[in-house]
């Protein structure tokens, strides 16, 4: 059966630091093209971040330069650094996974979620001002 599960997250002030994980069992997502995504109540899930099978990686605009994706294919595990956090970062961040292809926040963008096969069940993250 395949897992992913994210841990890591939590409440904290504005200007802080966490370090979200996402561990992938019951199958190698090697070459697959992994993000994270959040979601707020009442919007879309939207891509915060993804890492491609050649190990490029791409963020969204919000977060660059804040956050830092990061893929450790011998732990089968995904990593999410978080700095500067913002009180609009709040959300309920997941990581998913998907079959090789186009693996850009952009592309993610207008491709939607269906291509997305294997999600996680979330982990909160609050940031208060």
């Known amino acids: 059966q395949v897992q992913l599960v994210e841990s890591g997250g939590g409440s904290l002030q504005a200007g802080g630091s966490l370090n979200l994980t996402c561990t992938a069992s019951?199958?190698?997502?090697?070459?697959?093209?992994m993000a994270w995504f959040r979601q707020v109540p009442g919007k879309e899930r939207e891509p915060v971040a993804s890492v491609a099978r050649d190990d490029s990686l791409s963020h969204a605009n919000s977060v660059k330069d804040r956050f830092a994706i990061f893929l450790d294919n011998a732990k089968n595990t995904l990593y999410l650094h978080m700095a500067s956090l913002r009180p609009e970062d709040s959300a309920m961040y997941y990581c998913?996974?998907?079959?090789?292809?186009?693996?850009?926040?952009?592309?993610?963008?207008?491709?939607?979620?269906?291509?997305?096969?294997?999600w996680g069940q979330g982990t909160q993250v609050m940031v208060s001002s």
């Open positions: 019951g199958y190698s997502f090697s070459g697959y093209c």
């Open positions: 998913a996974a998907k079959a090789p292809g186009r693996c850009t926040i952009a592309s993610i963008r207008r491709a939607g979620l269906t291509p997305w096969t294997y």
